[in-house]
């Protein structure tokens, strides 16, 4: 089982704006600000969209915002866009012996 | 252009062992620290093993711990992941990933390489 949660799946309508947590514990997403989040289309390898929490790397949409409050980090898609249909991953530094762990995915699906 | 390929994926018998490699190109490859992640079919993403951009400083998931070697060649551009024991449980694409310089996060994803191992 993946050490951070996320739910299975998120919808919503184009021009909405949708929200996907990402539950963890003190040792790893409530501990840093070392939080990321991918997205994956079918078939391609992921694509960062967010790290340590709140930074859009160049070139990636405004629509994406991210955020943190206690153990839960959060991803937001405003102006939701039929390209934004795909899985989307968080991962976090973690203290707990390894470095890196990842959440299970949620897939977002635009109606 | 900033690219990764990876290569060095195949079908492999229980306990054999594969070698990965993963070549850099448009980007100063020593200065950056590097991520393996791997993906099982259908299945979510699964970090594996990282190293500094020296390979000073290491590091493996628990599933890999013992069986897995991540090192890295500057001079040759080159980052590499030799899996020895491996189980079904391996069978995955291999991605090799950079890091972001002085943040966290895998900003550039290589095209990944499926490993299957199986009888």
């Known amino acids: 089982q993946s050490a951070l949660t996320q739910p299975a799946s998120v919808s919503g309508s184009p021009g909405q704006s949708i929200t996907i947590s990402c539950t963890g514990t003190s040792s790893d997403v409530g501990g840093y600000n070392y939080v990321s989040w991918y997205q994956q289309h079918p078939g391609k390898a992921p694509k960062l969209m967010i790290y340590?929490?709140?930074n859009r790397p160049s070139g990636v949409s405004y629509r994406f915002s991210g955020s943190k409050s206690g153990n839960t980090a959060s991803l937001t898609i405003s102006g939701l866009q039929a390209e934004d249909e795909a899985d989307y991953y968080c991962?976090?530094?973690?203290?707990?012996?390894?470095?890196?762990?990842f959440g299970a995915g949620t897939k977002v699906t635009v109606l | 252009e900033v690219q990764l390929v990876e290569s060095g994926g195949g079908l492999v018998q229980p306990g054999g062992s594969l070698r990965l490699s993963c070549a850099a190109s448009g980007f100063t490859f020593s200065s950056y620290e590097m991520n393996w992640v791997r993906q099982a079919p259908g299945k979510g993403l699964e970090w594996v093993s990282f190293?500094?951009?020296?390979?000073?400083?290491?590091f493996y998931a628990d599933s890999v711990k013992g069986r897995f070697t991540i090192s890295r060649d500057n001079a040759k551009n080159s980052l590499y992941l030799q899996m020895n024991s491996l189980r079904a449980e391996d069978t995955a694409v291999y991605y090799c990933?950079?890091?972001?310089?002085?943040?966290?996060?895998?900003?550039?994803w290589g095209q990944g390489t499926l490993v299957t191992v199986s009888s």
């Open positions: 340590d929490v709140t």
């Open positions: 990933a950079r890091e972001i310089v002085g943040a966290t996060g895998s900003d550039c």
């Open positions: 991962s976090s530094y973690t203290s707990s012996g390894t470095l890196y762990v």
């Open positions: 190293i500094t951009s020296s390979g000073s400083t290491i």
